[in-house]
């Protein structure tokens, strides 16, 4: 079946940049997406990228794809203390059951 | 209507109790996902609406839950006889087709 990989956590420094990685199986992803999530809130839709791009920039966040090797980042410039929650790769491969999670990275900011 | 909208956001009950979700999707979004998140997890699919229509159902989805969606617009989910199994956070999602998700705030439900 399809599956979503990331690691679990990230700690960075304030003021520099955060590399969130994810991995995914299914080819036939039309869609893959950021959500971000904070304590007890649901889930923010971040950014996304179409399968037929290889980038995405939107402000302080870059979105790579690399479709031959079904790896997406998502890349924060500037990360502020505001950035710490989870984050969560999805994936959208067509079918009736809409988006398959990975199960989060954390990302924790340090002073 | 900007957004997903969930009802309630927080519900306790106890062990045996039945339970109502209801979820508000964006106008004229014909596609609606519900969801469900555990702790420490990302969600997980239980079943989609195109329109009225239930296509698709997770084997996560036991007996004792069911869902509507009767005239394509809200829909609703039940969980009859809850476990404590069944505390998690419950989240809905509509799309246009071919057109991206978006989610709403989710319902809390924690079972005694």
């Known amino acids: 079946g399809e599956d979503v990989e990331q690691s679990l956590f990230l700690s960075v420094r304030e003021g520099d940049s955060s590399v969130i990685n994810c991995t995914y199986t299914d080819s036939s992803s039309t869609y893959l997406y950021w959500y971000k999530q904070e304590p007890g809130a649901g889930l923010q839709l971040l950014t996304y990228?179409?399968?037929?791009?290889d980038m995405k920039q939107d402000q302080r966040l870059t979105v790579l794809l690399n479709k031959k090797d079904k790896h997406l980042s998502l890349r924060i410039a500037d990360t502020q203390t505001g950035d710490s929650a989870i984050y969560f790769c999805a994936e959208d491969g067509g079918g009736a059951d809409g988006l398959t999670f990975g199960k989060g990275t954390h990302l924790i900011i340090q002073p | 209507d900007t957004g997903v909208s969930q009802d309630p956001r927080h519900k306790i009950t106890k062990r045996g109790q039945n339970v109502t979700f209801r979820c508000d999707p964006i106008s004229e979004h014909n596609r609606l996902y519900w969801y469900r998140q555990t702790l420490g997890q990302g969600p997980e699919f239980l079943t989609y609406?195109?329109?009225?229509?239930?296509?698709?159902k997770s084997r996560l989805l036991s007996d004792r839950f069911s869902a509507e969606r009767p005239k394509g617009s809200f829909s609703t989910l039940e969980i009859q006889r809850t476990e404590q199994g069944d505390s998690a956070m419950y989240l809905c999602a509509s799309g246009g087709v071919g057109e991206k998700l978006f989610f709403g705030s989710g319902t809390q439900l924690s079972v005694l």
């Open positions: 990228i179409f399968s037929n791009m």
């Open positions: 609406f195109q329109n009225e229509a239930q296509l698709e």
